[in-house]
């Protein structure tokens, strides 16, 4: 039986119109005095749609995604920002509502959008769980009766009557997170969370979301985090621009999946602009990046061993005081092949007035090929921003030992590890 | 359990078994607001009193001994106090309501939940406040030896429906509305502190001339006050006919708030 039934699903929303620039004083005063009445016209608009009637400004988040979900499902959602991944997820537990189309849910319904949702800085750890399980739409007795096992899992231990201010960014994380384990929903609907916590503690979750899809939960997970999604999920579904473009069993989507992102990079331009379409559900984000080699020469060209240096620009506000930034380096089969985390690797937090910043990295000990680059912006317990496709380089030359042999990522693997030969004087 | 989703037009329903399954969570989300009402300020709920007798001592030299204001026979301090109090309830809940919604915005945009019980709850605060508000009044009466007419407390449930009515109604729309017009962030104060003057709170209604009563009396606090002050102070026969405009007024602006937020519901999670 399906337990969850979508068909035809849309969901239309509008952008906010820019902002034009004027010339002339007089210009300036004319629109200053008529600003409020285009405010106004504007400001209405936001939630006005008139039937069936395309307008410029309009994006279509979602456009008629059907699908049926098994009971015990374990369903990934992947796709870029932007493609309707979360969107869907909205939609599905009432948090907004669809423009067009119909979706059948049978059973009690969780989101975790985030975690920690309606967490209190000045409340303590016993409080949050109270409100925090409130929120998620547990009753008090639940939560009193698992109360004792969420603070368990939280390893929170004896802190849980300090407030949550006081906590360290780990202990809140994993605070919200066991309020979060601790759901008992026939439906879980989980958006990138599992993104927030350490490493270890991210497996503890793993282990725990798979739990509860073997005792029968129907799970949609979304998660830019391939590795998660094949671990997790048996079947998948690759949203782009509001589209299914392939749903089936979880490896041939992936696969398809990342070879596509591959291709999507500009190999050769040292200076991206975002694509405005890509960040309309963050209030804060990336508008821009740009790649310099230790010369200071803008290129996307690189040697074995040279330094990259990426300056990040960001744009908007940020809804929380600080925040963690991240990259991951694809190879070209679609690889992970490293990444740096500023927050966990290095208690590195970014205030919210950071509006630039720089990443340094290198020495390149990869082989010659072609990688992209994927920044992220994180909060304490959200994604802020992601942007998948965000600058791309080249290994153009790769002769790490002593002859003028080529390595390529192709033929010999992407690392390079030094290591040397030598013959043993055999001991008479 | 089945869920149905598809697109909302027009009024959301009320779905009332639903509201009930959340009572919980409103009496969390009130618990929160009063607990973190003077947290991390040194004198605490202290303000819950100085607020309105401070206002009271500034009320009464200004208008009291400088303009020497009529208070209807009785010291000057114990009514504009009574008035205070009963105003203080309808302009913080306002406050606090026209809020509600911009400052839960991170919940409302992860998390479902009836979004009318925000604001809802966020009025409890200004009940507890007036409780403490309420002991300084006890102090002020016994100090100026001024003993009130008692059975006028009867009067009290009723009055605290309609300023309930009235701050409901009115704190939807204005809650709504602060999602997309951020403008009642900055009007909200401003209107309030007119609105004070056009309700008799400083000054005896029987000051106004017969010809215009009848303007104050649409302002629903209007009746509110003067009742109180009439059957508590006994300054005067309860005005019935007032009291039952008062009523009537806050019943058309709760229904009004509420179908203008039902209807304004629906986009929150994209517009906020």
């Not at chain 1, 410029?56 to 059907?66: G, N, P, T």
């Not at chain 2, 001592?57 to 009514?79: C, E, H, K, Q």
Request: aromatic letters at 12%; glycine letters at 6%.
């Amino acid at each position: 039986m399906s337990i969850i039934k979508i068909n035809n699903l849309s969901k239309c929303y509008r952008i906010g119109a820019q902002e034009e620039g004027y010339s002339t004083i007089r210009e300036a005063i004319m629109k200053g005095i008529t600003a409020p009445f285009r405010n106004f016209a504007k400001l209405q608009k936001l939630t006005k749609f008139k039937n069936n009637q395309e307008e410029e400004d309009m994006i279509w988040a979602l456009k008629d995604i059907s699908l049926e979900v098994e009971k015990g499902e374990v369903l990934g959602i992947i796709g870029r920002n932007g493609s309707g991944k979360t969107t869907l997820l909205k939609i599905l537990s009432s948090i907004t509502s669809p423009t067009k189309g119909l979706a059948e849910l049978h059973g009690r319904v969780s989101s975790l959008l985030e975690v920690g949702t309606g967490f209190h800085p000045e409340l303590t750890g016993r409080e949050n769980i109270f409100l925090n399980g409130a929120i998620l739409g547990m009753k008090k007795k639940e939560i009193k009766k698992s109360f004792d096992d969420i603070v368990a899992f939280s390893e929170i231990g004896k802190f849980i009557d300090t407030p949550v201010k006081r906590y360290s960014n780990g202990m809140w994380v994993r605070l919200a997170f066991a309020v979060a384990a601790y759901l008992q929903p026939e439906i879980l609907l989980i958006d990138e969370v599992l993104a927030v916590g350490d490493i270890a503690f991210q497996k503890k979750c793993l282990g725990r979301t798979k739990e509860a899809a073997k005792g029968g939960r129907t799970v949609l997970f979304v998660s830019h985090n391939m590795g998660a999604v094949r671990s997790l999920c048996q079947k998948a579904i690759w949203l782009d621009k509001g589209q299914i473009i392939k749903k089936g069993e979880v490896n041939e989507v992936v696969r398809d999946y990342e070879r596509v992102q591959m291709n999507e990079v500009n190999q050769s331009s040292s200076f991206n602009k975002r694509d405005l379409k890509d960040i309309k559900n963050s209030n804060f984000y990336i508008s821009s990046v740009e790649m310099i080699n230790s010369r200071g020469e803008k290129t996307t060209l690189f040697r074995y061993n040279d330094k990259i240096n990426l300056i990040v620009n960001f744009n908007g506000v940020l809804q929380a005081d600080r925040y963690s930034l991240e990259f991951h380096i694809y190879n070209e089969l679609g690889q992970l092949v490293s990444q740096g985390i500023s927050g966990f690797y290095h208690g590195k937090y970014f205030s919210n007035e950071t509006k630039n910043a720089s990443i340094e990295i290198g020495p390149l000990a990869l082989t010659s090929g072609k990688y992209r680059i994927l920044l992220k912006v994180m909060t304490r317990t959200a994604q802020a921003d992601i942007w998948e496709n965000a600058i791309g380089f080249d290994i153009i030359e790769c002769q790490p030992f002593a002859t003028s042999w080529e390595m390529s990522t192709l033929r010999e693997g992407t690392c390079v590890i030094q290591h040397s030969f030598k013959e043993l004087k055999k001991d008479n | 359990m089945k869920t149905i989703i598809k697109p909302k037009k027009g009024l959301s329903s009320l779905d009332f078994k639903e509201l009930w399954s959340y009572r919980e969570l409103f009496y969390f989300f009130a618990w929160r607001d009063i607990k973190l009402r003077y947290k991390q300020t040194i004198l605490g709920i202290v303000w819950a009193i100085l607020q309105p007798f401070l206002t009271m001592v500034v009320f009464t030299v200004i208008f009291g001994r400088l303009a020497d204001m009529p208070s209807d026979n009785i010291p000057y301090p114990i009514f504009v106090y009574a008035g205070l109090l009963l105003w203080n309830i309808f302009s913080s809940s306002l406050n606090h309501i026209s809020q509600s919604i911009i400052r839960n915005a991170a919940i409302i945009q992860k998390v479902y939940l009836p979004r009318v019980i925000l604001p809802a709850a966020s009025m409890i605060v200004s009940f507890v406040d007036f409780l403490f508000a309420g002991f300084i009044f006890i102090g002020i009466m016994i100090f100026y030896k001024f003993m009130p007419n008692f059975t006028g407390l009867l009067l009290l449930p009723l009055l605290f429906i309609i300023i309930i009515l009235i701050s409901l109604g009115l704190g939807w729309f204005l809650a709504a509305f602060n999602v997309k017009y951020r403008d009642i962030h900055y009007a909200l104060p401003f209107f309030i502190q007119l609105l004070i003057f056009i309700t008799p709170v400083i000054y005896p209604i029987s000051i106004v001339p017969k010809a215009y009563q009848w303007v104050l009396a649409l302002n629903p606090m209007t009746g509110v006050i003067e009742s109180f002050k009439a059957g508590f102070l006994g300054t005067m026969p309860i005005n019935w006919s007032s009291l039952a405009i008062s009523a009537g007024v806050s019943i058309v602006f709760f229904i009004f708030g509420l179908a203008y937020f039902l209807k304004a519901e629906k986009t929150f999670a994209d517009v906020l």
